[in-house]
Nanobody, 120 residues
Framework: QVQLVESGGGSVQPGGSLRLSCAAS????????MGWYRQAPGNQRELVAT???????NYADSVKGRFTISRDNAKNTVYLQMDSLRAEDTAVYYC??????????????WGQGTQVTVSS
């Protein structure tokens, strides 16, 4: 089994910054993709950003230029630096990992979610 533990959510004023972290633990061979998704009340879960093991990144258009995803492969940790936050960024943010297991199958895992609230 793999556990994803998120931290770093909270409340911030518009224009402010937050940094989310997500650490993976458990027994597995390696981590392929890692990323962040978010879900606002009444909305479907949507992609925010993803990063491959080789650090190739992908961003939703709504966060390009404001958010930066990075990862530390040695620590099995992914980060999301969120700058110039807007009210519409308010959501529960979920960490995601696509993990290569010991039998060489790839499984998907999700964190428990962390609340980000942007409000004046």
């Amino acid at each position: 089994q793999v556990q994803l533990v998120e931290s770093g959510g909270g409340s911030v004023q518009p224009g402010g910054s937050l940094r989310l972290s997500c650490a993976a633990s458990g027994s597995f061979l390696s981590i392929n993709f890692m990323g962040w998704y978010r879900q606002a009340p009444g909305n479907q879960r949507e992609l925010v950003a993803t990063i491959t093991r080789g650090a190739t990144t992908n961003y939703a258009d709504s966060v390009k230029g404001r958010f930066t995803i990075s990862r530390d492969n040695a620590k099995n940790t992914v980060y999301l630096q969120m700058d110039s936050l807007r009210a519409e960024d308010t959501a529960v943010y979920y960490c995601y990992a696509n993990v290569r297991m010991w039998l060489l199958n790839d499984d998907d895992y999700w964190g428990q979610g962390t609340q980000v609230t942007v409000s004046s």
